[in-house]
């Protein structure tokens, strides 16, 4: 068993309530505009930590991040990437992934919108965290945490914070 804590759009700011929102996770995943080298540092010191990189992410993010990652979790298979679309309408970079080998949980940031939602079509849990970060069009930050166990995907939190 193991706790996620998953973020995406941080666009390089720090929020010190992420040490004590992330305390009780194994594990940080973040889905891509993590926004600077020394951001994804600080999550690195804070927890394990997977990320991909997002299209505002420089050079330095590209090198040590990828655009796409594909992982294995307590038997739950996982696909993130940042710019990923959502069931009905997946980005046509991922979407022939999607439909040849279909994830258990697909992962995906970009839209600055929170949304979890179960595709019937290919039986995966698309997850979207929103924006954690200040830099954006929405009014409230979000993040998730869950827990993945045996297989199993539950106890999914969404976290709310002030902008």
């Not at 992420?18 to 600080?42: K, M, N, P, Q």
């Not at 940031?109 to 939602?117: A, D, F, P, Q, R």
Request: hydrophobic letters at 35%; glycine letters at 10%.
């Amino acid at each position: 068993m193991k706790k996620i804590g998953l973020l995406s759009d941080t666009h390089g700011f720090w929020d010190d309530k992420f040490e004590e929102y992330f305390v009780d996770c194994d594990e940080i995943w973040h889905a891509g505009d993590i926004g600077t080298i020394e951001l994804a540092d600080r999550f690195e010191r804070l927890k394990p930590f997977r990320a991909v990189y997002g299209n505002i992410d420089d050079q330095s993010l590209r090198l040590v991040y990828p655009e796409t990652i594909r992982f294995e979790v307590e038997g739950v298979d996982v696909l993130m990437t940042h710019i990923g679309g959502y069931p009905g309408r997946y980005n046509h970079k991922i979407k022939e992934v999607i439909v040849s080998n279909p994830p258990k949980l697909f992962i995906s940031g970009h839209s600055h919108i929170l949304k979890v939602i179960y595709d019937k079509q290919y039986g995966c849990l698309h997850m979207n965290p929103g924006a954690a970060g200040n830099h954006g069009f929405h009014h409230v930050r979000t993040m998730l945490r869950f827990v993945v166990d045996d297989g199993n995907i539950r106890d999914l939190e969404v976290i709310e914070m002030k902008r």
